[in-house]
């Protein structure tokens, strides 16, 4: 692929915390080598419908609770907005390691980032080809990102608290790289409300990615057909799909077009720099004419690994503690 090049405007959006502008990533993403998201589109339906349901012996072979449902599948777990988020399920692994390279003590310590991955059988009817799908979009999403990382260097170099290694070699040597897939199941028809009450997080909750950077897919819909596979379908809403706030609190809607990714800055990034660079709020809004409709994405999470000191009291691995905690209740695992 060729080296893309970013100019000193793209990087210097993050000072607002809105995300770096959508990259163009070239006919090897728009054209589909194998496991791109184009040439994979029925992927997340099938993972979320059909590896999960219909059983509850199905479901927890592909379920890891020791992780806090950070590997495999994840549904109902994570707190949002106060109670169990329902609305969406996802699949997550490390797409570049399935098993890291740590001490046993320091996997046992964070069984978030450093147990093995969970995939379905090759024999797994609806899901063939399943884990290789997985593992070549996240890589793709990674290169691009380390990409993007070492021409944001000489800027962020200027605000790294430890600046003895570079924002590149954080991302591109950590073994805590985390991949999600993500289905935002069709809202019930008891739940639709008129869409001036609508809230804007109606689909997922405002929060912060762990992260340094983020890397997006760009979304698809699905609309179920009965017993038929669920189709692709332009989204029924134009207020539907993501939204971020920016470091003045103004509301944007992100449209990351179909051959493009995009990238946002997550809060660790924000505690590396202290506060020089900004994570980006972020969540999901439903909209008008979503019934039978369902809304599927990637995020590639590229952070640094546990050790690594991220303020003056904390490593990552402290700090992602801290935030696991207020997302999941430990107590029903």
């Not at 728009?30 to 349901?53: F, R």
């Not at 599948?73 to 740590?102: Q, R």
């Not at 739940?191 to 950077?213: K, M, Q, Y």
Request: aromatic letters at 10%; one cysteine or more; proline letters at 9%.
């Amino acid at each position: 692929m060729t080296p893309m090049r970013y100019d000193d405007t793209t990087v210097a959006l993050c000072r607002t915390g809105l995300r770096v502008p959508p990259t163009s990533s070239g006919d090897h993403y728009h054209q589909g080598s194998p496991g791109c998201l184009p040439a994979i589109p029925g992927i997340p339906a099938q993972v979320c419908i059909q590896v999960c349901p219909p059983t509850k012996e199905t479901k927890e072979r592909y379920t890891d609770p020791g992780s806090s449902y950070s590997f495999g599948w994840s549904h109902g777990k994570e707190i949002m907005n106060g109670k169990p988020d329902i609305l969406k399920g996802s699949y997550y692994a490390n797409p570049t390691v399935d098993v890291p390279g740590v001490s046993p003590e320091l996997r046992e310590q964070y069984r978030e980032y450093y147990r093995s991955n969970i995939w379905p059988s090759p024999e797994e009817k609806g899901v063939e080809g399943f884990e290789e799908a997985f593992k070549n979009l996240g890589r793709f999403v990674f290169q691009v990102g380390c990409e993007l990382a070492t021409a944001c260097q000489p800027f962020v170099s200027k605000h790294l608290k430890d600046s003895s290694i570079p924002l590149p070699d954080l991302i591109g040597t950590s073994q805590t790289t985390k991949a999600r897939l993500l289905h935002y199941f069709p809202p019930k028809q008891e739940t639709v409300v008129p869409a001036e009450d609508e809230p804007i997080d109606s689909w997922c909750g405002f929060h912060l990615d762990n992260s340094l950077l983020t890397g997006l897919c760009s979304a698809i819909f699905l609309r179920e057909e009965g017993d038929n596979e669920p189709r692709i379908v332009p989204s029924p809403s134009p207020t539907s799909g993501l939204y971020i706030r920016t470091r003045g609190g103004q509301l944007v809607k992100v449209s990351i077009p179909s051959d493009c990714l995009a990238f946002q800055t997550g809060e660790c990034l924000e505690l590396v720099t202290e506060k020089r660079l900004v994570a980006t709020p972020h969540c999901v809004h439903i909209g008008k004419g979503q019934e039978r409709v369902s809304r599927e994405t990637f995020a590639l999470f590229m952070q640094p690994d546990v050790n690594q000191k991220v303020s003056a009291s904390e490593t990552f691995g402290q700090f992602s503690k801290r935030i696991f905690a207020s997302h999941y209740d430990h107590s029903s695992m």
